[in-house]
Every structure is written in structure tokens, then in C-alpha cells.
């Protein structure tokens, strides 16, 4: 049964090669020219989906790629489209039920908080709405986009929201500034095609699961990064892109981390300030009664949120 399930339905990852794969697309990766139109000596494409359970996976790599290699690379965040509906599924894995026990088990893996009870209790039809909320939110403002996409994963996988519906969307916009009416408009309008672009570029390049990182040089060169890796995985493909690329030193205390992260899970923390995992979260306990920090506790884990 466990080797069957990724095949009936993508929502159940693949823990070994921390892959969700999708059930199309294409299994040789396509010879196209992605172009590079940045400063930034490297792009790094990235293939992923707001309710993809293997991308939470990664969120401690990236953030920490973003602080020592934020000057090399431009990270670009495209929508793959992980569950269109559950009509496509035949047999073994068909409903949403099915899915709450398999999060559970990731978050166990991943060591990232996530609750699998959303899917018992207000279950998504479709991982489309969100996608499609997150490029409308991309025509408005990039930074506030990548808030957005945060701020809507934590909704999802911690706090057992359905972000299908609208009006968790139009919170996750105000919270991190988003116009809320802009958004909607967008979200109606031509943030679809948007969506629609990505998932057609997405087939043109093979992608058949998230997360997939293409790391793409000046000359056109491409690296791939399928599936969850540990850090050194990401970094090598950057510097076999750049050779030149250097590392940024950063500020590794938690008053430094939490100004350019208001959120941390203990993993993320762990990665980002190079303390050992257990320390990790016993700092951030302390820093919650000295009143520095605020905690949510799921079933699986916690994440700690900067007090202004």
C-alpha cells in the first residue's frame, strides 16, 4: 500500500526522496532555455505548492540560502498545481481523510510542525485557490508575496485552516499589507493566466513533483535539486553554477533572526543559528518566558513568533 499511494494521489509524499509528485507530467526534464534576466549571478526556479507538505520540508534550507547566498541567487516561485480536485483519483487513496495521517507522519520526518487534522476537519477541494491568490499577490508586491505564501503555509499545515476559502486568503493578505481589495481583483482576473503560465512552463520543464529547484546560471546552464535535501545539497548546485559565489556572514543571535523571520519552528532556528536541535528549542521556550517570544503548539511541534 505505501508504494501504491504517491502514484493515487499526490498529496501523499514521497518521505524517501521527499517528493509530492503529481500524477502527469513528463519523466525526462524537457531541453528548454529558461532566461536568465537578472543581476543576480544565479536564478533558482522553484516548482512548489502552498499545501505541499515536502516543501515545508525545506524552509529551513532556503531561508538559510537566502541569508548567506541572498547576494548570488534571485529565488523565482512558481505554482506547480498539486490538487486540482479529488476527481482524478481511481481506487486506493480517494478522499481527504486519507491524507491527515500521512502529514502527521511527515511532520514527524521533516521535524517541521504540522498538523494533519485539517483534513478531517475543514479539508481543501483544490490547492488551486491559494496558488492562484499567491500570484495575484505577486503582481502587487513580490515581498509581501513571499509574506503571503508564508503566512498562508502556516494557516494551512499548523493552524488547520482551509485556504481554499476566501476569507482566510484576504486575512493572510492583511496581515502581511497586502491590499485585500487589489488582491481580489487580481484573484478573479488575470492571476489565473498567471497560474495557468506556470503550470505550462511547469510541463515544458518536466517538473512532475515539488519541490523542484532549476538553479540556472548567465550562460543558461541548469542544475536540478528534486525533492527535500539536506542544506549542502542546494549550496552545491549554486556553486557549481557560479564557482564565484560567495557566502555572506550574518548574524546568527535570535534578536537578528527573528527581525528578518518574525516566525521560526526550533528546526528552522537549529539551521539558521548553527545551535544544536534540543538547545535550539529550549532557547526559544526561555526567550517565551522572558516574554520576548510567543509560542503556538500544534500536536506535532511548535513555532515561535517574534512579540513587536
Known sequence: MKNETPKTNPLLCDIETGMCETTDGNKETTSINIVQSTKKSVKLIYYT????????????????????????????YRMGGLL????????????????????DEVSVHYDMPIDGDLWLEDPLDSSYPP???????????NKKALLFLREIKEMVLLHKKNIAKWEHLA??????????????????GKAKALFEEDLKLGKELGVRGFP?????NNAGNKEIVYGTRPYAFYEMAILNSNPNATKSEYSKNWENLFSIYPTL????????????????????????????????????????????
Open 49 to 76: 505548492d502552498p499545501i505541499c507538505s515536502s516543501c515545508w520540508g525545506i524552509e529551513p534550507q532556503l531561508r538559510k540560502l537566502k541569508l548567506e547566498y541572498g547576494n548570488a541567487i534571485e529565488i523565482e
Open 84 to 103: 486540482p480536485n479529488w476527481s482524478y483519483n481511481s481506487g486506493g487513496i480517494s478522499k481527504p481523510a486519507d491524507v491527515a495521517s500521512h502529514w
Open 131 to 141: 496558488s492562484i491568490a499567491f500570484k495575484a499577490a505577486q503582481m502587487q508586491d
Open 171 to 188: 486575512t493572510a493578505a492583511k496581515t502581511v499589507g497586502l491590499n485585500v481589495e487589489q488582491l481580489k481583483t487580481e484573484f478573479e
Open 212 to 216: 523542484t529547484i532549476f538553479v540556472v
Open 265 to 308: 519552528t526550533a528546526r528552522e532556528y537549529s539551521e539558521l543559528s548553527g545551535t544544536p536541535r534540543k538547545e535550539s528549542e529550549n532557547a526559544l521556550n526561555e526567550l517565551v518566558s522572558k516574554g520576548c517570544l510567543e509560542k503556538h503548539t500544534t500536536k506535532n511541534g511548535a513555532i515561535w513568533k517574534f512579540i513587536n
